[in-house]
């Protein structure tokens, strides 16, 4: 492999590396202030690079290369995708969100490419080193962002909350680290794999290692009992940020577990898969009878990502290699579908916060005479949440469920088939609230250009990967395949 | 290096230790003791103290600390790099001129905002 | 012998700093007390023939980074008066987790055995180490340096907006 090679299959990360030097150069290069404009066009210029370099990659039919603590394989070539598409939505809808509510605009869409690139590389690490640097470079960017609006005590609490509580869960996931390597001699996941085995004794050190590093990668993708920060942080936290903790940093920490499990302990599997089960009983639980009660719509959301994950861990924790539904690509599955719905419902809080500079459930009182095309986008998102077919949310759910079923797990498969009713008990009662509650304001809610294009694009997603789905999923079936016959 | 390596470091502690110990308990175990206002003041000679010393400090302290730090690790990653550069060719030299080179980016930000200048 | 004897002393001393650190009533005396914990760690990793990491250790925690946290304190709160007790509520909670998490490392780390996987550490470990930062590691070294832009900008945003 030459050096052209290399830097051909690193061109998603360079671009976006690149992309952030050339927004913190050109923002203080400017003399005079533009609300952060051309930032955002040159992040957005640069993503959109970004994005056609990994499909390219994508669909060359790239085999699985490692060189340098990295995997280019198709299993990160997708999550790369999906936190570089997220990640754009978020900065299209920021342009008009975040317009003069800060000074520091440049840097703000700087931080949001950055935490791009900090997941491209956390997904692609085959190494502990990397994935330890990729997690840590995510966090910190991160934290600045949540705490972005410094005059808002709100969004500092969410920041320091965000802060301590991820320092804490690095630090801990580091440990878990120095286990892997005090027991095998190399941080290279592969290796670790060869050489961790189950027998005896260090199968207790394994499980304790699984524990530790579940403290870092459930900390990411806030699971029970690592979700503690979520709430306040997602509350606190300018919305777009909300949105992109919610999608793209969340999948990365199910994108890293993933492949940790996967790789380095796959003799191990009847032990995390059983650990991660648990892990997605509690939060789907948990994180729904809390969402029942709230009434502030960007909590409510972070209660109902909570269970988002619970569902989504599913796929890990029901893996069946050779299986119909080997779990693992339900899981992409579902994160895919969850991107869009997500951000999609999130997109459409920030249109009404900006409207009425309220979160509260009752400031979607009557959304239908208001603003017609944001209570049926808001629907279609929140049916997609709840897996009504034939929208996106649906596959997600099939997949991991079938998965689930498959492996004969039928308890856990009951527990999240009761959570799921219970679920759509409050997302309905949203759409109950934007159709059938009538509401003393009247004033149309306008929306900026920006923040339409993302809803669209959203929405439009959320349909084209529920009615034809074929596409993705023959994509994911391949992305999958990759990772598992390298790993298991 | 091996521990035994460190023994001169140990013996020369034992030594020192001590004796700034003793150099310190001594005058005031065999020194006379008159104080009065003047001698007790916190700078004995010199200006009168206008305030109490442990007020809070102005944020400019705490920004010149993150700078140190970061350039601190940017020291401690050039060490290793040094010692063994007579073997890493160009290939070296150019890796190490990115490092530098992104962290130029990070200083001149740091300049361009002022944080530099004492208000 | 002597190596082990030197290992005890410093692990109660580190022990005994860290216990300062958590407990002293004074936050400016907690400070003290870390950056004392850190110099017996310090110690610690030159007896285990970890240069490197101990180099770093001085380097960074003892050098800059207690200096950032005396900084922080002088600056976020007056120095006098305020000596709160470091004690909540829930230090019997946290203590009693803390005990148990040690005593189920302690009982794990005595059934298994890690000696197999120690090597001797290589007389020029330094040179390896910078050999490594750009040939297999150098993705890490270079995106360590992407962090570090990235935490230059972070701390002027926290620091410096509410002034200007």
């Known amino acids: 492999m030459n050096a052209l090679d290399i830097l051909q299959l690193l061109s998603p990360e360079l671009i976006l590396a690149l992309t952030g030097f050339v927004v913190v150069s050109v923002d203080l290069a400017m003399r005079r202030r533009d609300e952060g404009r051309t930032a955002a066009t040159i992040a957005l210029l640069g993503l959109g690079g970004a994005l056609v370099a990994t499909l390219l990659l994508a669909f060359a039919g790239t085999s699985t290369v490692e060189a340098f603590t990295l995997a280019i394989d198709p299993y990160s070539l997708f999550f790369k995708a999906l936190a570089i598409v997220s990640v754009g939505l978020v900065i299209l809808a920021s342009i008009s969100f975040m317009r003069g509510k800060s000074r520091y605009l440049g840097e703000y869409y700087a931080l949001l490419v950055f935490a791009a690139l900090a997941i491209s590389l956390a997904v692609s690490a085959t190494n502990l080193v990397m994935v330890y640097l990729g997690i840590e470079f995510l966090s910190i960017t991160s934290y600045i962002l949540a705490s972005y609006f410094r005059q808002d005590l709100r969004s500092q609490e969410a920041g320091v909350k965000y802060f301590l509580y991820g320092a804490v869960a690095g630090a801990v996931m580091l440990y878990g680290i120095s286990l892997l390597y005090g027991a095998t001699g190399s941080v290279d996941l592969a290796t670790v794999g060869a050489l961790f085995s189950a027998e005896g004794d260090q199968r207790l050190l394994g499980i304790a290692a699984i524990i530790l590093l579940l403290a870092g990668f459930g900390f990411k993708a806030s699971l029970v009992p690592f979700h503690q920060w979520a709430p306040d942080t997602y509350e606190g936290a300018p919305t777009p940020i909300t949105a992109f903790l919610s999608t793209a940093s969340k999948a990365a920490g199910f994108a890293v577990a993933g492949r940790v499990f996967m790789v380095a302990l796959p003799n191990l599997v009847a032990d995390w898969t059983a650990i991660l089960g648990s892990l997605a009983i509690l939060s789907m639980t948990l994180g729904n009878l809390v969402a029942l009660k709230q009434t502030n719509l960007k909590r409510l959301l972070a209660y109902s990502s909570i269970a988002q994950a619970g569902y989504i861990v599913l796929g890990l924790a029901a893996l069946n290699p050779g299986g119909d539904f080997d779990g693992v690509g339900g899981l992409l599955i579902y994160l895919l579908a969850y991107l869009f719905t997500n951000i999609g419902a999130f997109l459409v809080v920030m249109a009404i916060e900006q409207h009425s500079g309220s979160v509260d459930l009752a400031a979607y009182n009557g959304l239908i005479k208001r603003a017609p095309a944001l209570a049926l986008w808001m629907t279609l998102f929140l049916l997609s949440l709840a897996g009504i077919p034939p929208l996106a949310g649906f596959f997600g759910k099939f997949f991991v469920f079938a998965a689930v079923v498959e492996r004969n797990l039928l308890t856990l498969a009951a527990i999240a088939a009761v959570n799921a009713v219970v679920a759509a008990f409050y997302y309905l009662n949203i759409v109950r609230a934007m159709f059938f509650v009538e509401s003393e304001e009247q004033k149309p809610v306008s929306v900026a250009a920006g923040l339409s294009a993302a809803l669209a694009i959203s929405g439009i997603m959320v349909l084209v990967i529920g009615i034809a789905a074929q596409p993705f999923i023959t994509w994911i079936s391949r992305s999958v395949e990759m990772v598992l016959v390298s790993g298991m | ?119 | ?164």
């Open chain 2, 1 to 119: 290096m091996t521990s035994a390596d460190y023994l001169p470091i140990l013996i020369l502690i034992l030594i020192a230790a001590p004796f700034a110990g003793i150099a310190i308990l001594l005058p005031s175990v065999l020194g006379p003791k008159n104080p009065n206002r003047m001698k007790q003041e916190a700078i004995e000679s010199g200006m009168i103290p206008f305030a109490d010393a442990r007020r809070r400090f102005p944020v400019q302290y705490y920004m010149v600390a993150v700078l140190f730090i970061i350039f601190d690790i940017e020291v401690i990653f050039l060490f290793p790099w040094a010692v063994s550069l007579n073997q890493l060719k160009i290939f070296g030299l150019i890796e190490m001129g990115v490092f530098l080179g992104i962290l130029l980016i990070g200083y001149l930000y740091v300049w361009k905002k002022g944080a530099f200048e004492w208000e």
């Open chain 3, 1 to 164: 012998m002597a190596q082990q004897a030197l290992f005890l002393i410093m692990a109660v001393f580190t022990l005994g700093m860290a216990l300062g650190t958590v407990t002293s009533r004074n936050i400016f005396h907690s400070a003290l007390f870390l950056v004392g914990s850190f110099a017996g760690v310090a110690v610690i990793y030159f007896l285990l023939e970890a240069e490197f990491v101990g180099v770093a250790q001085i380097i960074i925690y003892i050098g800059a980074i207690a200096t950032l946290i005396i900084f922080a304190i002088m600056l976020s709160r007056s120095v006098t008066g305020q000596n709160g007790s470091p004690m909540n509520r829930q230090w019997a909670f946290a203590a009693l987790g803390a005990a148990l998490l040690f005593a189920a490392l302690a009982w794990l780390f005595s059934r298994v055995d890690f000696g197999s996987t120690a090597q001797p550490v290589p007389e020029d470990a330094i040179a390896l180490i910078g050999a490594g930062l750009v040939t297999e590691y150098v993705i890490p070294f270079e995106v360590a340096s992407i962090l570090l832009l990235v935490a230059l900008v972070g701390a002027i945003l926290i620091a410096r907006e509410r002034h200007s």
